[in-house]
């Protein structure tokens, strides 16, 4: 399958990925004939020019982290894109968006296409999941009661859960978590960005539990 559509940022018509592969070609299956013709202008690291979508997933998969992240939907929060691109630099399990399906991918860079997204229309259902998965769940919001995130590590089998930019976690959300995290902060704002704390979040987990050599 090839995946031709630009992905990286940068200035008006200035080329980015890699011209038309020289001859001959390789044959392994991994290698996408139009990309091999046409070049590759996605962004992916250089050990993935010219392969497939599916060949890069497969590779991926084996080595995908135990934390999840999850993230409400439910006035169509811009953030999204965001958190999938970002989820997939630090090659969480999946993505889930919990409430309404549909979501700007915009922010995504199409990198939605790399990370495996579910969706659960409820918080119910998306709970039965996580039972189901034997997954802690861990809000990150500076709730009432909530401990700092820089206080104790993360479960490493765990869901990273995101409410929208504004309201923040639900009201059916909260009773359901496992804890609740807050993100150390030091200025006159009241939060961060939703998706600004995604990354601080999962980064924190990287550097407690991924193998960073």
Same mark, same amino acid.
């Given at each position: 399958m090839s995946d031709s559509g630009l992905d990286a940022g940068g200035p008006p018509n200035?080329?980015?990925?890699?011209?038309?592969?020289?001859?001959?070609?390789?044959?392994?299956?991994?290698?996408?004939?139009?990309?091999?013709a046409g070049g590759d202008r996605r962004n992916v690291v250089d050990k993935y020019r010219y392969w497939t979508v599916e060949?890069?997933?497969?590779?991926?998969?084996?080595?995908? #982290?135990?934390?999840? !992240?999850?993230?409400?939907?439910?006035q169509h929060d811009m953030n999204?894109? /965001?958190? @999938?691109r970002t989820a997939n630099a630090f090659l969480a399990a999946e993505v889930h968006i919990v409430g309404k399906r549909r979501w700007?991918?915009?922010?995504?860079?199409?990198?939605?296409?790399?990370?495996?997204?579910? #969706?659960?229309?409820? !918080?119910?259902?998306?709970?039965?999941w996580?039972?189901?998965?034997?997954? /802690?769940? @861990?809000?990150?919001?500076?709730?009432?009661g909530s401990t700092p995130l820089e206080a104790d590590p993360l479960p490493r089998r765990c869901v990273l859960v995101f409410g929208q930019e504004g309201p923040g976690l639900s009201d059916q959300m909260r009773p359901v978590l496992d804890q609740?995290?807050?993100?150390?902060q030091f200025g006159s704002t009241r939060s961060i960005n939703a998706g600004v704390a995604a990354g601080v979040a999962m980064h924190t987990w990287?550097?407690?539990?991924?193998?960073l050599a």
């Open positions: 200035e080329p980015v990925g890699v011209g038309p592969h020289p001859e001959p070609w390789p044959e392994e299956p991994r290698f996408d004939p139009e990309l091999l060949a890069i997933v497969a590779d991926l998969d084996p080595r995908r #982290h135990p934390f999840h !992240v999850a993230i409400e939907n439910w999204i894109g /965001t958190v @999938v700007n991918r915009r922010g995504a860079m199409v990198t939605d296409r790399y990370q495996h997204i579910h #969706h659960h229309a409820t !918080v119910s259902q998306f709970k039965a996580s039972d189901q998965n034997e997954l /802690t769940l @861990v809000g990150i919001d500076n709730l009432p609740c995290r807050s993100i150390a990287i550097v407690q539990h991924a193998n």
